[in-house]
């Protein structure tokens, strides 16, 4: 019985038939060729057209050619931790910076406002505030401070994080230390 079952399947799959099924077995036939084509050519093999980039806050500076002189813009270490970077996006400017805390210790969650040239002491950490600014109305709502984030331990040391943390993008900008973490709330 068996044999003659195999047998029947055999002789559906070698006659063209879709399928077959005989008893207890069941005969799948063979996948259908593969036809493949190559792709067609580029339209132009000329470069691409450049793309602008979406409107930003900060845009980044060419690096500097080894060999050629810093442009003369460019700050000393002395003033740095005073300023922040100007620019000239259209954001308005606020005065005082609103801060989300998040204590990972115990789970607690505070807000703490500075003002701009403003410090403040959040757990084991110190933050300065040089900047902060608002995206204008008619613009989706926005803001973006800029900070410098230091160990009460070791002012004088570098900082954990000197630069501009966004509210639409919290990810991006992760700051803080073990205990404590920083995220844009406003600007006002």
Do not use: H, Y
């Amino acid at each position: 019985m068996r044999l003659r079952t195999t047998t029947a399947v055999l002789a559906l799959l070698a006659g063209g038939a879709a399928w077959g099924q005989t008893g207890s077995a069941v005969a799948v036939p063979p996948p259908p060729p593969i036809v493949s084509a190559p792709l067609p050519a580029p339209a132009s093999a000329a470069a691409p057209a450049p793309v602008t980039p979406p409107p930003g806050l900060v845009q980044a500076q060419p690096p500097v050619s080894p060999g050629s002189q810093a442009p003369a813009s460019a700050a000393s270490d002395s003033n740095m931790a005073d300023t922040a970077p100007v620019i000239s996006s259209g954001w308005t400017p606020g005065k005082t910076a609103l801060l989300g805390v998040l204590d990972k210790v115990d789970g607690s969650t505070a807000q703490v406002s500075i003002p701009v040239g403003g410090q403040a002491n959040v757990g084991d950490l110190q933050v300065s505030v040089q900047s902060c600014l608002i995206r204008p109305a008619g613009q989706l709502p926005d803001a973006a401070i800029f900070l410098t984030v230091e160990p009460l331990a070791n002012i004088s040391g570098p900082p954990l994080f000197r630069g501009w943390m966004v509210r639409s993008t919290p990810g991006a900008t992760v700051v803080g230390d073990a205990g404590e973490t920083f995220r844009v709330i406003g600007c006002s």
